[in-house]
């Protein structure tokens, strides 16, 4: 028998992404202030070209965990299905 079953994975991902039953990030999560790293970090992520994993590193509490929430709303008000918005 599976630990994980893939019925328990996907009630796991939509319990720790709201965005999904939503449709919207919370607003609490989506700073409306972007920092130069949002951008730089857009930059990277929307560079087709490379096909490559994106990793963000930092600090504790420098904004790693803002900057994904901020993308994931972008990409929701660009058109992207809230389950798409994590690829």
Do not use: H
């Amino acid at each position: 028998m599976a630990l994980f079953t893939e019925e328990n994975i996907i009630s796991l991902l939509y319990s720790y992404n709201s965005w999904w039953r939503t449709g919207v990030v919370q607003k609490e999560f989506d700073k409306k202030m972007k920092r130069i790293a949002y951008y730089e970090a857009n930059k990277i992520f929307n560079n087709y070209n490379i096909r490559r994993t994106v990793l963000l590193s930092g600090a504790r509490r420098t904004g790693k965990t803002t900057i994904i929430y901020q993308t994931i709303s972008k990409l929701m008000n660009d058109g992207v299905s809230p389950k798409n918005s994590c690829r």
